[in-house]
């Protein structure tokens, strides 16, 4: 059975990236015992959402913020691609993509996976990024054209 821990009231010790937990929103992440062997939780990652105030929903991209998406989408790749080693953490609301760090990696600052879900195995592989903030920079870029469309369509015909 997959554990999760979720941190209650609590404040989190630095080593502990189990959960973060701003002021209003909880993220889970999965207990080492579930976790590839000898793979870490990018520090940029953990202290993104430890400390940042201004954390903010990167539509159409997500974080994920309850125990059944992180548990339901490390089922998925596990049994969709097992020859691959993939710790999901988030995922594109647009579509069946799902981002993860690359599990073999145990330096610290892996890779990040677009594997899109649902497909045949070999074409699963939607690209990757050098690291988590390589990500973020992605992922404000499409919020950023997100957000844009958005304000278009809403002008439509004003």
Known sequence: MFGFLKRKE????????????????????LLNKDLP??????ESFVNYLRYDT????????????NEK????????VKEQYPKRVLVPFGKDNESD?????????????PKVYIV???????WEDRGELKDFNAWLAFAQEAHDAYEKQKEEDENYGS
């Open 54 to 65: 201004e954390i903010k929903e990167l539509m159409p991209y997500i974080l994920f913020r």
């Open 116 to 122: 899109h879900t649902y497909a045949s195995p070999g």
């Open 10 to 29: 609590k404040e989190p010790k630095p080593s502990d990236t189990s959960t973060i937990n701003d002021s209003e929103m909880k993220y889970y992440f």
């Open 97 to 109: 993509d799902v981002f993860c760090f690359d599990g073999k990696d145990t330096s610290g600052n």
């Open 69 to 76: 998406s992180v548990k339901t989408f490390n089922r998925i």
């Open 37 to 42: 062997k000898g793979f870490r939780y990018p």
